[in-house]
């Protein structure tokens, strides 16, 4: 049987707005996303991800990765967390997230879209992350 870690596990969230969605919007709906899961005392953190230094030249210091969230959680907060991603997903339909963590050499990628899940993939995708979560420091 897997010991459940202590420590909170690193899982990453990718938004997708849907195709209408520009940049701004996408930008504006990930840092809204980031407030609301920064309130949840299952959440150790939840900020967004960088994608490197900024051209040179331009006023920017890093360039922030649009729709990406990297959150800090303990395999035990994988339904609440679900639960608010699930939430937010239900404001628009055309919303989907990505959630991606690493296991060593493996890792996992789950696409979340409630409208597109039965309450046995609910169920599936819950275990799957938490199980995945847990194994990271059996």
């Keep these: 049987m897997p010991v459940t870690p202590r ?3 690193p899982i990453t969230l990718q938004l997708d707005a849907g195709a209408d969605a520009g940049a ?3 930008d504006q709906l990930t ?3 980031r407030d609301e899961l920064a309130e949840l005392p299952e959440v150790q953190s939840a900020d967004l991800l960088h994608a490197g230094a900024a051209p ?4 920017a210091i890093d360039l922030i990765s649009l729709g990406a969230l990297g ?3 303990l395999p ?3 339904p609440k ?3 608010v991603l699930g939430g937010w997903l239900m404001r628009d ?3 989907k997230i990505k959630i991606k963590t690493q296991m060593g050499d493996r890792s996992v990628e789950l696409e979340y879209s409630p409208s597109a899940m039965s309450q046995a993939d609910l169920k599936q995708l819950v275990e799957t992350l938490t199980s995945a979560l847990q194994s990271k420091q059996a």
């Design 81 to 83: 967390l679900v639960d």
């Design 71 to 73: 959150v800090s959680i």
């Design 56 to 59: 040179r030249g331009s006023k």
């Design 7 to 9: 420590a909170p596990q």
């Design 93 to 95: 339909e055309n919303r």
């Design 24 to 26: 701004e919007e996408l």
């Design 31 to 33: 840092r809204q996303l």
């Design 76 to 78: 035990t907060a994988v």
